[in-house]
Nanobody
């Protein structure tokens, strides 16, 4: 069992930056690949970024590539999402999630691959 707690959300002006953190409980954090997803009102939850167990591999949604950076510190059981050059369309509740591994033919983008989820943190970007 893994419990995930996000923090770092808030209100920021367009062009600003925020860093989200996701703290995980338990001693098996390094066994999980981690992802960040977001959900805006009226929209489905969508993939933002993911990172492998060791941190050696990452992936990003096209909409955030070059602006967001995912990282992790396995010693601190924490995954981060650095968000720069924020846009109003980045406004959403951001969730971190954990997966032990991907099914054949799947990808980090697949929301059904993640078994543990945090409660979310609100990010609001004003224009």
């Amino acid at each position: 069992q893994v419990q995930l707690v996000e923090s770092g959300g808030g209100l920021v002006q367009a062009g600003g930056s925020l860093r989200l953190s996701c703290a995980a409980s338990g001693r098996t954090f390094s066994s999980y690949s981690m992802g960040w997803f977001r959900q805006a009102p009226g929209n489905e939850r969508e993939f933002v970024a993911a990172i492998s167990r060791s941190g050696g591999s990452t992936d990003y949604a096209d909409s955030v590539k070059g602006r967001f950076a995912i990282s992790r510190d396995n010693a601190k059981n924490t995954v981060y999402l650095q968000m720069n050059s924020l846009k109003p369309e980045d406004t959403a509740v951001y969730y971190c999630a954990a997966t032990l591994g991907l099914s054949d033919g799947s990808s980090w983008w697949d929301i059904t691959e993640y078994v543990y989820w945090g409660q979310g943190t609100q990010v609001t970007v004003s224009s």
